[in-house]
């Protein structure tokens, strides 16, 4: 539960109250939001007709970025004492772009408790072979397990994906219930929706006992509805290796054409290394 921190008298000399957690709490989420800029979100700007004379980012805008509404997102950046869920947070943090440190202020303010730290420990991630072979990668790559949890990531990877870096643990949640996996993945309702619930189809046969791939696919269909219209077609995907894609990256207004590569250690059967090659940066 929250605990509401009434104002304090500050020390002598200080000329004044210090402030409350609540009003301590209104100043990190609105400085976080007036520091974001609208190029932050891939693809977004690249959505519009004309290139937004505000840079800055809304309350509205955010809200809808997060996926809850402006009047719950706004309470918020008001500071105002409410059940914050984790996963409202978490969003919040992402969208932000909050750093570690201001996405802790965060939840202590808020919830007077730690954040959670959802990525599990893997033998793949853990092991220093794959993490050399993820730094000598020029594109971005990263590793998932069967349930598609991220497990390791390098830095261009990050640098792509944001939400890697500790705010989302696992990519098909982030598909499917982030609305900006649908600004960043291009053509998201044809090119990678169907493939990817089609890529879960299969992977739920083949792993018909992982509570953990069961419990992200019920998620899913629960929140999305285009998602469930989509489930119900007998779509099934085994894997995007050899595909091209498109999508927009940070900072950049044109679409990016990607070739998919995707392979499976032996040693962890259902893990995939995944990377994502510029088709311009080689030839065709």
Not at 37 to 62: K, Y
Not at 207 to 222: A, G, M, S
Request: hydrophobic share 35%; net charge positive.
């Amino acid at each position: 539960m929250h605990r509401e921190v009434k104002m304090t008298p500050g020390p002598r000399g200080t000329g004044g109250p210090t402030p409350s957690a609540n009003e301590e709490l209104a100043a990190l989420v609105r400085s976080c939001r007036l520091r974001l800029n609208i190029d932050d979100i891939p693809g977004l700007s690249a959505h519009s007709a004309r290139r937004p004379r505000r840079r800055t980012v809304s309350q509205e805008l955010v809200a809808t970025l997060v996926g809850y509404s402006t009047a719950w997102y706004s309470s918020l950046e008001r500071g105002e004492p409410k059940n914050y869920s984790g996963d409202f947070l978490d969003r919040v943090a992402y969208t932000l772009r909050m750093t570690p440190d201001e996405r802790r202020l965060l939840f202590w303010f808020s919830t007077g408790h730690e954040p959670t730290s959802p990525r599990l420990p893997s033998a793949v991630s853990s092991a220093p072979t794959f993490k050399h072979v993820l730094a000598a990668q020029p594109w971005p790559a990263y590793i998932t397990d069967p349930a598609w949890d991220v497990v390791a990531y390098n830095d261009i990877a990050r640098q792509w994906f944001p939400w890697v870096d500790g705010h989302e643990t696992n990519v098909m949640r982030w598909v499917f219930t982030y609305p900006e996996a649908r600004t960043q993945l291009h053509q998201w309702r044809t090119d990678w929706a169907p493939k990817m619930l089609g890529q879960m189809r299969a992977a739920r046969a083949r792993f018909p006992d992982n509570k953990r791939l069961e419990q992200v696919l019920t998620e899913i269909l629960d929140t999305n509805s285009e998602a469930r219209k989509i489930w119900d077609q007998p779509l099934t995907y085994l894997h995007p290796d050899g595909d091209q894609r498109c999508l927009y990256l940070p900072h950049h207004r044109k679409v990016t054409r990607v070739d998919i590569v995707g392979l499976e250690p032996m040693r962890a059967p259902g893990t995939r290394f995944m990377l994502l090659i510029p088709a311009d940066d080689h030839p065709t």
